[in-house]
């Protein structure tokens, strides 16, 4: 089953204590990104990375870091989080310049920094 | 019923009705249009898109209109469902597979 699968789903942290959301997407795509949801704001993309080895700002980067060591891993890592990245995250993957409707989203992880 | 873009971000409407929820969107290269839906607790799922060499793509009980000369996306929703209940968002591509989504709307409808 084509899939995009995002660990962990619900977290509270604190403020300062570096995570990793872990992103795994299993149908071979090149392209992956990460965005946040926001009342009021919609989707934001965070980074995004058109092949392995290959990352580039979004929207709003400014906090985060990523990886792609592997093409079908993701990782997106706050050092030091803070109260306002308290947010709802989703991966996505999709074959590059590839239609909207073969873009895969995951379930999303609930995260929130006290 | 019928929602006013970015700033009536609800739309509430009766079962059986039709829906129209629209969308302003920014950057006047942009190619290629989607909308999607997002049901609590989930992530984006794909309604239907459009390119933008077309004004009209019909599917299954939904409509996209796209207005280049405005800027303005709308998707149409035909005898909505309780199961229509969800936020709407459109979504813009301007290069690649780079996306810029809309704030969303919220239908919710009313048996």
């Known amino acids: 089953e084509a899939q995009v699968t995002q660990n962990p789903r619900y977290l509270i942290t604190v403020t300062g204590k570096k995570l990793t959301v872990t992103c795994s997407q299993n149908m071979n795509h090149e392209y992956m990104s990460w965005y946040r949801q926001d009342p009021g704001l919609g989707l934001r993309q965070i980074y995004y990375?058109?092949?392995?080895?290959?990352?580039d700002k979004g929207d709003v980067p400014e906090g985060y870091k990523v990886s792609r060591k592997e093409k079908r891993n993701f990782p997106l890592i706050l050092e030091s989080p803070s109260p306002n990245q308290t947010s709802l995250y989703f991966c996505?993957?999709?074959?590059?310049?590839?239609?909207?409707?073969?873009?895969?989203f995951g379930e999303g992880s609930w995260l929130t920094v006290v | 019923g019928e929602s006013v873009g970015l700033h009536l971000p609800t739309l509430s409407v009766q079962e059986g009705d039709n829906s129209i929820i629209n969308c302003a969107y920014s950057n006047s290269a942009s190619d290629y249009f989607i909308w999607y839906k997002q049901e609590s607790g989930k992530g984006p799922q794909f309604i239907i898109d459009i390119r933008s060499n077309m004004d009209k793509r019909q599917g299954q009980r939904v409509t996209v209109l796209l207005n280049k000369t405005v800027k303005h996306l709308s998707l149409q929703i035909a005898a909505t469902q309780p199961g229509d209940s969800a936020v709407y968002f459109c979504a813009e591509r301007t290069s690649g597979s780079r996306l810029t989504f809309g704030e969303g709307t919220q239908l919710t409808v009313n048996p």
């Open positions: 996505a993957s999709s074959l590059w310049g590839d239609s909207g409707n073969t873009i895969y």
């Open positions: 990375s058109m092949n392995v080895e290959v990352t």
